[in-house]
């Protein structure tokens, strides 16, 4: 599975481990930057990490900032984009399994490398449902930004 990455600056340290992560695991990786902590604007790799998958380069995406909030707005304005905000493991299952999220945000400066690994690790490995829960996510799909 190939895999975009995202991230500002507040999501730099973060984004390098999960992507140590993702390699060492054996997903290939796009990495759609920053890559430092120079201060940057996240909608600009939020937008960049989405179009990846948006246009089928990458299955998922991961994106990152101080929050996961500004950066994961910026992810879901990309038609075809389901970014979920996820800080503990459940809420990254519970979005695979109905929401078919096909994009994780998360706050760099809210969890640790521990917590982010199980986090990418179920996101990653959880299957989506389907069933009554497709309904709903041609739903969302069929809703105008």
């Known amino acids: 599975m190939k895999v975009s990455l995202g991230c500002d600056h507040g999501g730099f340290a973060l984004k390098e481990h999960v992507k140590g992560w993702l390699e060492a695991h054996g997903y290939e990786v796009l990495d759609c930057g920053c890559h430092s902590t120079d201060s940057v604007d996240y909608p ?25 909030i500004g950066i994961s707005i910026s992810a879901n304005k990309v038609k075809g984009i389901r970014c979920a905000l996820c800080s503990e493991p459940l809420s990254a299952e519970m979005t695979r399994r109905h929401n078919n999220a096909n994009m994780l945000a998360m706050g760099g400066g809210l969890i640790g490398a521990n917590m982010a690994d199980r986090i990418v690790e179920v996101f990653l490995t959880t299957e989506f449902e389907s069933g009554r829960h497709q309904r709903r996510v041609d739903l969302i799909s069929d809703i105008e930004a």
Do not use: N, P, S, W
Not at 52 to 67: F, K, L, N, Q, S
């Open 44 to 68: 600009v790799f939020g937008r960049a990490a989405a179009e990846a998958v948006a246009d089928g380069r990458c299955e998922r995406g991961i994106v990152v900032c101080t929050t996961g």
